[in-house]
């Protein structure tokens, strides 16, 4: 069965730091890749997806992934964070029609 | 912007009693879902829907539960006979395609079995 391994829980960083999350898959066929975050007290919000295509994907919020089939992995980066981006990071792939998450990581960004 | 809205945010029920948690989704998508993450772990997928059935299911959805389109615009979880177990946060989304293109999360209901 599709699973998604996180192997971040906790990360701190100062602003202006540079993030990369991680996130593995375990399924290796045709995937449906996502981040989703979730900033306190509010719900799951869409960063960004990857279909198909160009393996480098931007989203929202100056966010971006990279998916690398060798790997089995979908990072999420920025190069700058914000105090704003304090908040849980989930990655999730798709198997059938459902959205299969990992454990999430938790960052928190001190001004 | 549309979005998918829950109630009650919070339910607190007895073991044993049945629940239902209610959720509407965005009006013109066509797939919803449940999920569930108690604390500390996963969101887990419960069901999917479409055209009035159920599409998918994990193995967490038993019996126990059940899922209901019961007008134009509601969807509902309703979970028969709670236990402690059933203690989460649970969350409804809705897409306007198959193969999970951007589900849109409600905000949860968390629910307190005790």
Known sequence: AQSVSQHNHHVILSEAASLE?????SY?????????????????????????GDPLVKGIKGFEAEFIKSKFS?????????WSDTAEY???VTAGTAL???KGTTLSVSS | EPEVTQTPSHQVTQMGQEVILRCVPIS??????????ILGQKVEFLVSFYNNEISEKSEIFDDQFSV??????NFTLKI???KLEDSAMYFCASSSARESYEQYFGPGTRLTVT
Request: glycine share 10%; proline share 5%.
């Open chain 1, 100 to 102: 299969i998450f990992g």
């Open chain 1, 90 to 92: 989930f990655c999730a």
């Open chain 1, 21 to 25: 999350l991680g996130c593995n898959y």
């Open chain 2, 68 to 73: 209901e389109r019961p007008d134009g615009s």
């Open chain 1, 74 to 82: 979908f990072n999420l980066r920025k190069p700058s964070v914000q």
């Open chain 2, 28 to 37: 013109n998508h066509l797939y919803f879902y449940w999920y569930r993450q």
């Open chain 1, 28 to 52: 290796g066929g045709t995937v449906n890749l996502f981040w989703y975050v979730q900033y306190p007290g509010q719900h799951l919000q869409l960063l960004l997806k990857y279909f198909s």
């Open chain 2, 80 to 82: 028969r006979s709670t």
